[in-house]
Structures are given as C-alpha cells and as structure tokens.
Antibody, heavy 125, light 113 residues
C-alpha cells in the first residue's frame, strides 16, 4: 500500500522550531521528488518546498525561504522539514506529498498522486 | 510568479446535474515537451487533498469518467457530469509548469449539493 505518514507537528511559541518527518512506504521513495504543502485553518493550499530525487536540489516558497529547510533520507524513505523562526501565520496543517518520478533515465510528472494525512503545527504565545 | 484564478468560488448543484469549474493561469502552462502542466485536486471535508486530473486532461487512478479536464494555454475547465454526493468538497487547480521548483494553487471552488 502506497502511503505517506507525517509526524512531528505540535504547539510552539513564536520564534520556536519544529522538525516534521514523513515516512514513505509501498513505493520506491528514492525515485520520487517530494514536496511539502500546507493549509492554514479555513484557507487554501500553499506549496512550501520541494526536493528532487536526482540531485537533492531544494526549492522554497518566498514565504518560508531562509526559515524552513527540506531534506530527505532515501535509505530510510523519509522526508523532513525543519521549521525555524516560526510565526503565528505558520499555523497550518502540513502535508507531505509525492511528486514527479525519475527512473534513472527520464523524468515523468503524473500529478501529486500521494498525500499524507497531514500534521498540525500551531504557533501561538 | 504564475497566478492561478478559479471561478466560481462556490458552486451549488443538485445531484445528477453537471458542474463546471474554470481556472485561468497568468502564463501559458503549455510546456515545450507538449504537455499541459495543470492539475485538479479535490479536498473532501476533513481529508487530505486527492488528485483528480493531471497534465490537463488525464484522470487519476480510480477517478470516474464523469470527471473531464480540458483547456489549453491559460484557460482550463473541470467538468463533472451527473454530480453525486461523494463529489462534494473544495476543488483546486494547480500549475506544475515549473516542477519541482514551484507550484501554485488556485483559491479553490467549493462544490456543494
């Protein structure tokens, strides 16, 4: 069963830090680009960061650049997001999402077909 | 940055009717490889989003053929025929032209029965 399971969310004060984790299973994790997307309460979806399968290149939305760091451990089929200098507006549900596929020869994009259940981060004083 | 604009933001329909959601991009989503990098996602109440349509017109695994994605360049449409109760939720379009460097979502369209 293809699955992503996030963990690490919680309650933190402004300026604090958290580390989110995402465990992948049921697919060849090293072959996929991985992404974090969040959703503030009652709001829409916001792309935050992605990391490629091929060269571990990372990309960030302007809203989190310099504060959040994405990383992956292919040996453990795990994705991470380090959240620093947290702000009240970072309060959201954070989703781990599977992206494009690189089979060693070619890259294929089939949409973001696999999402985790989400982990909630609350930033408040 | 590419801006995605959806309409309407709220769409009440009756079971069995059709529903049409529009999505406009500020830039063409037609990649040089020939594909249209536009996806549609549905977020059912209390759930994570799920993929409905990818690359403009391809239904995701398990999505019934009542769902049809179309469009070229900057204007896209998701049409749902014979709406059922299980179709309710918020539909988002998303551009993936710059994958994996950036993705942008529309504001979402709430489909309700």
């Amino acid at each position: 069963q293809v699955q992503l399971v996030e963990s690490g969310g919680g309650f933190v004060k402004p300026g604090g830090s958290l580390r989110l984790s995402c465990a992948g299973s049921g697919f060849r994790f090293p072959e996929y680009d991985m992404t974090w997307i969040r959703q503030a309460p009652g709001k829409g979806l916001e792309w935050l960061s992605s990391i490629t399968s091929r060269d571990y290149a990372s990309h960030y939305a302007d809203s989190v650049k310099g504060r959040f760091t994405i990383s992956r451990d292919n040996a453990k089929s795990s994705l991470f997001l380090e959240l620093n200098s947290l702000r009240v507006e970072d309060t959201a549900t954070y989703y781990c999402v599977r992206g494009g596929h690189f089979n060693g020869y070619s890259f294929f994009y089939y949409g973001m077909a696999v999402w985790g259940q989400g982990t909630t981060v609350t930033v408040s004083s | 940055d590419i801006v995605m604009t959806q309409s309407p933001l709220s769409l009440p329909v009756s079971p069995g009717e059709s529903a049409t959601i529009s999505c406009r991009s500020s830039e063409s989503l037609h990649h040089s490889n020939g594909f249209i990098y536009l996806d549609w996602y549905l977020q059912k109440p209390g759930k994570a989003p799920q993929l409905v349509i990818y690359l403009g017109s391809n239904r995701a695994f398990g999505v019934p053929d009542r769902f049809r994605g179309s469009g070229l360049d900057k204007d896209f449409t998701l049409k749902i025929s014979r709406v059922e109760a299980e179709d309710v939720g918020v539909y988002y379009c998303m551009q993936a032209l710059q994958t994996p460097a950036m993705y942008t979502f529309g504001q979402g369209t709430k489909l309700e029965i």
